[in-house]
């Protein structure tokens, strides 16, 4: 199994992603499959382990505790509630379609912020573009998270970038 991403709540429960499941560490160290299965690939939304997950990355807690992630081949931004609800936000198989999704990342506000391979956007978490821009130079985006201020800050191989987002509404 490998392991592709993990995010820590403000409690101290790990979530961790592998090739086809999320998994919650808790703080007393006992993990459970949360959202997909090991070894069964799919797209389909679903609660707990009915949902079907293919490379599950960039996992990015919101405030509310839902987990936001991306899967780059299927171009699709997907979350999972706290109830172990796993929908399709973004791309593939929801009302707003993005070419080319590499990251997402949750802000204080409860805003998401989607970078594709050629920008930045802010939405709302129900899925309501708000701004758009375009991001050059950045060969891959390996990580993406939004600091408390509001600045976007993304790595790649190379380096790391920080974006200040004014609220600019377009």
């Known amino acids: 199994t490998l392991m592709r991403s993990i995010a820590v709540a403000p409690d101290g429960t790990a979530y961790v992603s ?5 998994r919650r560490i808790d703080t007393a160290g006992i993990v459970t499959t949360v959202a997909g299965v ?7 939304d679903g609660i707990g382990t009915a949902a079907r997950l293919t490379y599950p990355d960039g996992l990015s807690v919101a405030p509310d ?3 936001y992630f991306v ?16 929908t ?9 379609a993005l070419q080319g999704i590499a990251r997402v990342a949750a802000a ?19 899925g309501g573009i708000l701004s758009r821009a375009t991001v050059s130079g950045l060969s891959s985006t390996e990580t993406m998270v939004v600091t408390a201020s ?20 377009t």
Not at 71 to 86: A, D, P
């Open 88 to 96: 399709t936000v973004v791309g593939t198989g929801s009302p707003v």
């Open 150 to 169: 509001g600045a976007v800050l993304m790595s790649d191989s190379d380096a790391i970038y920080r974006i200040d987002v004014s609220p600019v509404q």
């Open 71 to 86: 899967e780059q081949v299927l171009n699709r931004v997907r979350r999972l509630e706290t109830n172990g609800t796993v």
């Open 38 to 44: 090991e070894g069964t690939q799919g797209s389909s």
């Open 18 to 22: 592998d090739n086809q499941a999320i």
């Open 65 to 67: 505790g839902s987990i």
């Open 108 to 126: 204080p506000d409860g805003n998401l912020y989607i970078k594709t391979s050629t920008e930045l956007i802010r939405m709302t978490a129900g």
